[in-house]
């Protein structure tokens, strides 16, 4: 697994251009998976939300446009550069009418998945999207998550790439190892950060062995869905006992 420093140094240092390489890198795809992570959070009606390795925010933003307002949303990251591209995109749609009501439960904090800077039983929903694979320690990460979410019935969505369809896998893969790093040098002059996603993606374990791994951090009904082509896939874990 990949190690802190190195993650957050790599953030700090593309995160002027990161939303541009995403779109780009995706295709456009990453605005629809965002939404259908917020559509599952809406059917939980939680109060308290919180986004971690919430990046620029997009998911917080997704989540409050979705939910018009309705829940606390807290998007929480290691990286002070990606925390102030949020800050900014924050700041941006307060000026919009539409959106300004719905903001003032929106609030970004620093802090470590792995040692949230939350208490006990605080949250109803937890999201995290293409940051559970970015972490040092996956287990440690989960098990956190476990600690902080509402006992019985929190409820866990976890956004992250995954292994696609058999038929997609060859094109994916040369995407990933070739077309990849040159778009990402072209959106953001780091072409190296871009080859550590293709990395981090293909070690990344398929849907079935995540679920594993987040049934023995404590977590029960633990399911999964894949999203275009499997490419991506959210899976959805609750806390049933203390
Ligand atoms: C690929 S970005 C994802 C951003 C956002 N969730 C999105 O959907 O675009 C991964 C983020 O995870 C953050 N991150 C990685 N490890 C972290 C940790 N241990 N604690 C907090 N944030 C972390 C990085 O700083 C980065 O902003």
Redesign the pocket.
């Known amino acids: 697994m990949p190690e ?1 420093s190195a ?2 140094k790599m ?1 700090a240092g593309i995160a002027g251009r ?1 939303d541009l390489a ?1 779109h780009l890198l995706s295709g456009g795809l ?1 605005f629809y998976w ?1 939404h259908k992570l917020a559509l599952l959070v809406r059917q939980c009606r939680p109060l308290r939300v919180v ?6 925010g ?2 917080v933003f997704a989540i409050t446009k979705t939910m018009k307002g309705e829940a606390e949303v807290t998007g ?4 002070p550069p ?1 925390l102030e591209k949020a800050e900014e995109k924050k700041r941006c749609l307060e000026k919009n009418q539409k959106w300004e009501p719905f903001l003032e439960k929106v609030n970004f904090v620093h ?4 040692k949230l800077p939350f208490s006990d039983g605080q949250v109803d929903v937890l999201t ?4 559970l694979r ?3 320690n996956r287990h440690q ?1 989960l098990q956190e998550m476990r600690r902080v979410l509402r006992k019985p019935g929190g409820v866990l969505l976890v956004l992250e790439f995954s292994q696609p369809s058999a038929w997609l896998r060859p094109f994916y893969y040369i995407y990933l190892r070739w077309v990849l790093p040159v778009i990402a040098r072209l959106a953001t002059g780091r072409p190296e950060a871009y080859h550590y996603l293709g990395d981090t993606i293909g070690n990344f374990p398929p849907q079935a062995a995540l679920t594993e791994e987040i049934r023995r951090a404590g977590f029960e009904k633990v399911d999964s869905r894949g999203l275009s082509f499997s490419i991506v896939a959210i899976h959805r874990a609750e806390v049933l006992a203390c």
């Open positions: 802190a993650v957050n953030f990161y995403n990453d965002r986004d971690l390795a919430t990046g620029s997009d998911v929480v990251d290691f990286c990606m802090g470590d998945c792995l995290i999207a293409f940051g970015n972490l040092e990460g």
